[in-house]
Nanobody, 120 residues
Framework: QVQLVESGGGLVQPGGSLRLSCTASRSFRSIDHASWYRQAPGKERELVARISSDSNTNYADSVKGRFTISLDNARKTLYLQMNSLKPEEKAVYYC??????????????WGQGTLVTVSS
């Protein structure tokens, strides 16, 4: 079973930057799309950014111009570069991917989440 392993969360000051990573534990045949979501305390999970197999990207309005999603297929790793972070962006960030496995199963899988805290 393919799993997604996240890293890169932590404490950053307002205006600072972080890069989140999400790596697949096993090889797979292809990817439909991959996304980053976040869930702040007391709020619903929201889509932050998505990248499709043809590299088209979409962002939440609140992060446009500050966050960049990218996918390294060779390393099976999804990234989220976050710049100019704001205190209200403190949340658990989750990666998600819809993939086709080597045995032609289509899976919708999630990472375990990584906490980002923006505070001085």
């Amino acid at each position: 079973q393919v799993q997604l392993v996240e890293s890169g969360g932590g404490l950053v000051q307002p205006g600072g930057s972080l890069r989140l990573s999400c790596t697949a534990s096993r090889s797979f045949r292809s990817i439909d799309h991959a996304s980053w979501y976040r869930q702040a305390p007391g709020k619903e999970r929201e889509l932050v950014a998505r990248i499709s197999s043809d590299s088209n990207t979409n962002y939440a309005d609140s992060v446009k111009g500050r966050f960049t999603i990218s996918l390294d297929n060779a390393r099976k790793t999804l990234y989220l570069q976050m710049n100019s972070l704001k205190p209200e962006e403190k949340a658990v960030y989750y990666c998600n991917a819809v993939i086709v496995t080597t045995i032609w199963r289509r899976l919708d899988i999630w990472g375990q989440g990584t906490l980002v805290t923006v505070s001085s």
